[in-house]
């Protein structure tokens, strides 16, 4: 992997991650560009206690642009974008309508392919291990940040998740606090450390669904399972098998695994909804959208947590889709929007079953 820093015309830095050692990459970006001017803040909920980010600049960023207007594809003659240059393999770059910037943070957008038509299950197992070695890499580079506590690296896809470009990327959020999920997992094994008098409740949870009917995929060195208690109607968890609080912990062996392991779930959530699971295989039936978010342990203080330590979490990640059925929508509703308690309409153990049929052959 070659590493190539550089900025855009308003000063935003953007990274080139390239497979061959010996790209050079001395594009410069030609558009008359203002400085960004963000407004992001965080306010705490006194009664929740959760944190809200509030950027109203964000009402302005770019909406579902047509394919030729692409921000994220490469630029070429005079069609300019976040990309500089002509070709790319993979690009970071500061997110020019940040949730989070300054003292409150830092977003990043990451450019998984050049290719506007691809998806992150079209690319090669290379390919996919250049996304990890950046993702990789953003962590240990954003957590040395004075203001972040925590660094979230995650993909929207699909117009009915939100998305707003369609061309394949994801995002890393640095967030300023450790969030209210990952507070909510730490205080959980505080308590089950103390009440077992030392035993990891991660361990514990693995070995449970491993051992169980809702295992999705295993390699040697990473396991997939729709967990116990899904709150999405298709959710799968993806846990290295040895236990590392961060992307930086990953050894080769694993590092080396997960393309295979990852774009194998990715073309299994593609197949889901071909007509067997009781609807109709349409012309027409969009891509699965999905959420694929890395938990990672924060690198902020952990003092509240009642002894626990950053390598008592175990890195992970959450892939799941809000379709329950074809053509049909999981909806975050009175129960889940105002409650926080969720309703599955799937069985995850059917779930599970279904995500074993579709393997590839």
Known sequence: MKKTSTRLADGRELIYYDLSDDVVREAVDRRPLDATVTSSEVRRDPLRGDRVAVASHRQGRTYHPPADQCPLCPSRGERLSEIPDASYDVVVFENRFPSLAGDSGRCEVVCFTSDHDASFADLSERQARLVLEAWTDRTSELSHLPSVEQVFCFENRGAEIGVTLQ????????????????????????????????????????ERELSGERVVLEGEHWAAFVPYAAHWPYEVHLYPRRRVPDLLGLDEAARAEFPEVYLELLRRFDRIFDGRDGGKEGAGEPPTPYIAAWHQAPFGPLEEFDGVTR?????????????????????????????DVFINDVPPERAAERLREVASS
Not at 170 to 189: D, E, K, N, S, W
Not at 314 to 322: N, P, Q, R, V, Y
Not at 332 to 338: H, N, R, V
């Open 167 to 206: 061309h394949p990327h994801g995002q890393i959020y640095a967030y300023p606090f450790t969030t209210p999920r990952t507070a909510l997992m730490l205080r959980h094994v505080a308590a089950h450390k103390e009440a077992t008098g030392g035993e990891n409740l991660f361990d514990a949870v693995l």
């Open 311 to 339: 390598d008592d979490f175990a890195l992970h990640l959450e892939l799941f889709t809000i379709r329950r059925t074809t053509g049909k929508l999981k909806f975050l509703a009175g129960s889940e929007s105002g409650m």
